[in-house]
């Protein structure tokens, strides 16, 4: 019928796939079937999800002890604890939080499910990341944060379903728009660490109609290129610590580290929009 929502159950969705990948419930038999053939191509996947979500969860944290309230989740998926408003509400219980996602189904789990403090406010746009613009003039996002105040802003694992110009496009958009003070964190798959493994990732999303397109470091770099790059710069993202600042490990955790790159294939940055524009 006309009107109703395309949800998508005729084909995997990235979402649902990464949301089977965290040990979440809410896929469809196609989701499932493309996140079992991931997991065959590259058994480490699941160890990726979960160190991607371990990172967003500790950019969110070190930006609200930083005195950030407020922040704009990009792709943000179906909700799995802990969700960013979660983690910011608890240093600040008056946070603001806006999610985004194309998905009506992540929409419809978190509208009922991402509601936040009394004291602060969550709010879900459903909008395609290829149209920034609509984001930060979407009603709910001004009802919700103040775009003239620093915001915390997430990318997580999703630019590397953006071909090379449309993803850089989208970043320089958003960067137009946010204010200064404001940071800018992402995770972005590679293939740097695992050629092979990650080569049969990128088919199997490709078999599914779901485009996937490795960077490099250098590549992943143009992002956050002339923003105050926070340490330990891009790394993986695994190895970007809880306080962003870069700490010498141990002997023994070095090791377990650099065991963890290629398993992990995931760089992750945080940039800070300047106070005066480069």
């Known amino acids: 019928m006309d009107g109703l929502p395309d949800l998508g159950l005729n084909r995997a969705h990235t979402a649902r796939v990464y949301n089977y990948f965290l040990g979440g419930k809410d896929q469809y038999d196609l989701d499932k079937y493309a996140a079992e053939q991931v997991i065959a191509a590259f058994p480490h996947v699941r160890t ?29 998926g179906i909700p799995h604890e802990p969700n960013l408003h979660q983690t910011v ?4 219980p008056g946070a603001r939080v806006v999610y985004v996602d194309n998905d009506p189904i992540v929409g419809a789990h978190a509208r009922a499910l991402l ?3 009394p004291q602060g406010r969550t709010a879900f746009i459903e909008a395609d990341l290829t149209d920034p613009d609509s984001i ?9 944060l103040d775009l003239t105040r620093p915001v ?22 958003l960067r137009r728009r946010l204010p200064p003070g404001s940071y800018l964190g992402l995770s972005h798959a590679t293939g ?7 080569a049969a990732v990128v088919k199997v999303y490709r078999d599914h109609g779901i485009e996937v397109h490795l960077r490099t470091r250098d590549e992943v770099a143009p992002f956050v290129t002339g923003l105050e790059l926070l340490n330990p710069g891009i790394v993986p993202a695994h190895r970007w610590p809880d ?29 800070r929009i300047p106070q005066v524009h480069r």
């Open 152 to 173: 915390g802003v997430s990318l997580g694992a999703v630019l590397h379903f953006f071909g090379d110009e449309r993803a850089y496009e989208i970043v320089a958009a």
């Open 48 to 76: 990726a999800a979960r160190n991607n979500r371990a990172f967003l969860v500790r950019y969110a944290r070190y930006l609200a002890l930083s005195g950030v309230d407020q922040f704009l989740d990009l792709g943000c």
């Open 243 to 271: 306080n962003g600042e870069e700490q010498p490990p141990g002997e023994g955790v070095a090791s377990l580290a650099a065991h963890l790159d290629a398993q992990v294939s995931l760089y992750a940055g945080v940039g």
């Open 115 to 117: 509601v936040g403090t």
């Open 136 to 144: 930060l003039t979407a009603p709910a996002l001004a009802d919700t």
């Open 192 to 198: 740097d660490f695992d050629e092979a493994g990650t």
């Open 89 to 92: 509400q608890e240093v600040n």
